[in-house]
């Protein structure tokens, strides 16, 4: 593809999602102002929000947006590890390789250059409004670090593979001349000229695209080769379209761009946000009542005033202190000559219970009264603490599972296979025999996991007890049940540190060791036990002799 390929193909792809856009807009003005320029042109300096009556919808959303990574990526706690999806394949070794490295890469990640955390807490936002996000991983400028980057979603657009996957993708750029020039060493000379000839405007703003796509279908000079002129699945081109220039087209071995999308439908590359699609009718009503509700408590505290026209001799002054004049001769026996309009108030505590109602039902809908872990205490049996259990894991599912899959399980995967290109886990020789050559996993922690794991655990628990009850009356049952391997896949699910543990095969050897040890002494007593028998025996044998000498 030439430039003007590239250039059409791109343009056509933004332009279709123009309706889109339009739903974008809407919901952003009553969900998230902050991020409503979808389709108008926002000046520095605009007030946000001035045209909603409550900020109850958007305090929602924010809610939401900030439970993402408050509940799924704290920062206390290792909320990822690195495993494979076939776990019976790692051994001690494997084990303690995935801690070294998850420990490498959770640092780097969270190194205050690299951004990670201002761009998922950017996504984390659009992903609860919009249902999409759009984050770049990458090296930073110097290759010694990781750049995470969060996109505007009406700067993009992407499209599906045959198998359901995000692996195109058009992002509208706007940088200006001397950020080209410090990111690019191919620019246009006019780009050049702006920063060293006598027209100079380093902050002069430079049209650009960005089109991340699959190899094959560009059929360019560096088309499916990386740096290191290996073959590369990607392709990643930057393109000035001011002045109709490729700056950049190098291959790439991963989809630099991760793209969480939250509810998908058929025959749609794009997600929407079940949150704000199901509360969007009721943040509009809210809206609405709120500003009925807000005129009528103004009317009921200021009510409007009636007047006699003729009788007043000034303006009426209704405020504090105010003076309205009125003519001498006006014969108040035909009624008060300025007077309270009479107004129905009843329907205000109707109106004040259907706007409760409609915040209630915002609350169902961005899943607020969902995101509490249930209440447990010491008084409850087993039986109920897994039910309520059972019942958080029903409720929070719809709203945990994307999100790890999607998105932190995105992430990690991204940015697991961007180090191990920089070389940022050593040699490949270093890695452990049993998992060379295995796709890496990552396992999360979550209120959801936790409360998944907390139900192997209390398994755990009712088969020891019900154990030991059969125990008491039949000692044969204890056969039936491998309890070293079910207190060893309870720790391992728990996510026990490796370094804790023993290797089983260590494991295997220290309790052959104590058996045998048990076994000698059994045998030392066995022989003393005999010793002393034939001590006894010898004694007896010699006192019948001295008894029969003596008769």
């Known amino acids: ?58 305090m929602l959303r924010r809610d939401l947006g900030n439970a993402f990574s408050t509940m799924l990526r704290p920062t206390s706690i290792d909320w990822f590890h690195m495993r494979t999806d076939r776990e019976e394949d790692e051994d001690q070794a494997a084990l303690q390789w995935f801690e070294a490295k998850t420990d490498i ?70 940088p200006t001349a001397l950020q080209l020039t410090a990111t690019f060493r191919n620019v246009h ?45 990607y392709v990643s081109i930057y393109l000035d379209v001011d002045n109709n220039h490729v700056m950049e087209a190098v291959g790439q071995r991963h989809f630099m761009y991760v793209v969480p999308r939250w509810q ?32 009528a408590g103004e009317k009921a505290v200021n009510p409007p005033m009636i007047a006699v026209q003729e009788a007043l001799r000034s303006d009426v002054s209704i405020y504090a202190r105010g003076i309205t004049w009125v003519d001498a001769a006006y014969d108040e026996r035909l009624g008060e000559v300025l007077r309270p309009l009479t107004q129905d108030k009843s329907g205000i505590p109707f109106g004040m219970d259907l706007r409760r109602e409609a915040m209630a039902q915002l609350q169902e809908a961005f899943f607020v009264n969902k995101l509490s872990l249930p209440v447990t205490g010491p008084e409850m049996t087993a039986y109920e603490v897994g039910q309520r259990v059972q019942d958080y894991i029903r409720q929070a599912a719809p709203i945990f599972e994307p999100v790890e899959s999607e998105y932190n399980g995105a992430l990690c995967e991204t940015t697991f296979d961007l180090m191990m290109q920089m070389g940022a886990f050593g040699r490949l020789d270093e890695i452990p025999e049993s ?40 000692q044969t049952a204890v056969a039936d049940v491998d309890v070293k391997t079910a207190f060893r896949d309870t720790l391992n699910g728990i996510n026990v540190p ?54």
């Open 189 to 233: 000379e006019k780009v050049r000229e702006k920063l060293t000839g006598g027209n100079r405007d380093p902050y002069h703003e430079v049209h650009c695209r960005h089109i991340v796509m699959p190899a094959a279908q560009y059929d360019g000079e560096y088309a499916g080769r990386g740096s290191n002129q290996n073959p590369a699945p």
């Open 1 to 58: 593809m030439d430039i003007s390929q590239l250039i059409t193909m791109s343009n056509r792809l933004l332009s279709k999602r123009g309706s889109l856009l339009s739903l974008w807009q809407d919901i952003a003005e009553h969900v998230y102002p902050e991020r409503a320029d979808f389709t108008v042109n926002r000046s520095i300096g605009t007030e946000f929000a001035d045209n909603l009556a409550t900020s109850y919808p958007m």
């Open 105 to 174: 890469m959770r640092r780097a990640m969270y190194d205050r250059a690299s951004g990670f955390q201002r761009a998922t807490k950017e996504g984390d936002h659009d992903y609860a409004a919009f249902g999409n996000a759009v984050i770049s991983v990458q090296p930073n400028r110097n290759a010694n670090g990781l750049l995470f980057r969060n996109w505007h979603l009406r700067d993009c657009a992407w499209c599906e593979n045959d198998e359901g996957k995000v692996d195109t993708l058009h992002r509208k750029w706007t």
């Open 435 to 474: 998992i060379q050559g295995k796709d890496i996993a990552f396992r999360f922690e979550s209120p959801l996991h936790d409360a998944i794991e907390r139900q192997k655990g209390q398994k755990y628990q009712e088969m020891f007890a019900l154990m030991t009850q059969t125990v008491s009356a039949d």
């Open 264 to 295: 998908t439908i058929s025959g749609s590359q794009y997600a929407y946000s079940p949150a704000a699609v199901a509360g969007l009718a009721d943040a509009r009503l809210l809206q609405a009542m709120t500003e009925s509700l807000l005129e």
């Open 498 to 551: 490796a370094k804790w543990l023993r290797s089983a095969e260590d494991a295997a050897k220290i309790i052959q060791q104590q058996e045998e040890e048990i076994a000698q002494q059994k045998l030392l007593a066995t022989l003393q036990q005999g010793g002393e028998a034939a001590q006894a025996v010898g004694k007896a044998g010699q006192f019948m002799g001295e008894q029969g000498m003596a008769a």
